[in-house]
T-cell receptor, first 112, second 120 residues
Framework: GNSVTQMEGPVTLSEEAFLTINCTYTATGYPSLFWYVQYPGEGLQLLLKATKADDKGSNKGFEATYRKETTSFHLEKGSVQVSDSAVYFCALSTSGTYKYIFGTGTRLKVLA | GAVVSQHPSWVICKSGTSVKIECRSLDFQATTMFWYRQFPKQSLMLMATSNEGSKATYEQGVEKDKFLINHASLTLSTLTVTSAHPEDSSFYIC????????????????FGEGSWLTVV
C-alpha cells in the first residue's frame, strides 16, 4: 500500500543553519506530494506541494523537489529562523482522492 | 483565507462517557470532510470520510459504532467518541474540502487545529 516515511526528530538547529528533512514515499501511480507545517497550538498549514515528477515546490524559503527515481520529496531551507520552529509533515495524495497519507512528522527546534 | 475550526482544542473525559468534537468550515462550503487521528510518535491516520447528507465512509479497522460521524450541514461535521476508554486518547484532526461554488479554491484541502482527547 501507499506510505510515507520521514526522518524522526526532533531536529535542533542554530539560527541560519541549513535544514534538510528527508521524506520518501511508496505509492502506486503518480501521487501528489505535500509538506505541511504545524506551529504550536495551530492546525496544519500547507507549506508547499508538487504534483508531478521533477516539480519543485517552494514557499517561505523552503523547497522540495519531487524525485520519482528516488521516490523522495526532501524538504530544505538554506537558513532557518527561530520562527520556523514547528512540526513538519510530509504527505501524499493519490490521483482522484482527497485522502492524505502522512509521515510521522518531524519536530524542528531552532535556537537563537 | 479559508479557515477550518475545531472545537474543543483540548478535552478530558471520564472513561465510559461520550465526547463530541466539532469541525467547522468558516468561510466556505465543505461537501467533504475527513477525520484523522494520531497516536504518539505515529503518523496521522485517516479514520473516515464524511460527506454532507450521507453516511460516513470508514477506513478499514475503524469502528463506526464507536466513532460516530455526522455531517449534517455544509459547514459542520462532528465526531463523537462513544463510551470512551483510555486507549482512545489521541490527537484528532479534521480536514475539509473546498469544492463548491463558482469561486471555489480548486478543491483545496484545509485542516483544522486538531483536538487533544484524554480519557481518564
Amino acid at each position: 500500500g501507499n506510505s510515507v516515511t520521514q526522518m524522526e526528530g526532533p531536529v535542533t538547529l542554530s539560527e541560519e543553519a541549513f535544514l534538510t528533512i528527508n521524506c520518501t514515499y511508496t505509492a502506486t501511480g503518480y501521487p501528489s506530494l505535500f509538506w505541511y507545517v504545524q506551529y504550536p497550538g495551530e492546525g496544519l498549514q500547507l507549506l508547499l506541494k508538487a504534483t508531478k515528477a521533477d516539480d519543485k515546490g517552494s514557499n517561505k524559503g523552503f523547497e522540495a523537489t519531487y524525485r520519482k527515481e528516488t521516490t523522495s520529496f526532501h524538504l530544505e531551507k538554506g537558513s532557518v529562523q527561530v520562527s520556523d520552529s514547528a512540526v513538519y509533515f510530509c504527505a501524499l495524495s493519490t490521483s482522484g482522492t482527497y485522502k492524505y497519507i502522512f509521515g510521522t512528522g518531524t519536530r524542528l527546534k531552532v535556537l537563537a | 483565507g479559508a479557515v477550518v475550526s475545531q472545537h474543543p482544542s483540548w478535552v478530558i473525559c471520564k472513561s465510559g462517557t461520550s465526547v463530541k468534537i466539532e469541525c467547522r468550515s468558516l468561510d466556505f462550503q465543505a461537501t467533504t470532510m475527513f477525520w484523522y487521528r494520531q497516536f504518539p510518535k505515529q503518523s496521522l491516520m485517516l479514520m473516515a470520510t464524511s460527506n454532507e447528507g450521507s453516511k460516513a465512509t470508514y477506513e478499514q479497522g475503524v469502528e463506526k459504532d464507536k466513532f460516530l460521524i455526522n455531517h449534517a450541514s455544509l459547514t459542520l461535521s462532528t465526531l463523537t467518541v462513544t463510551s470512551a476508554h483510555p486507549e482512545d486518547s489521541s490527537f484528532y484532526i479534521c480536514s475539509a474540502r473546498d469544492g463548491t461554488g463558482p469561486t471555489n479554491s480548486g478543491n483545496t484541502i484545509y485542516f483544522g487545529e486538531g483536538s487533544w482527547l484524554t480519557v481518564v
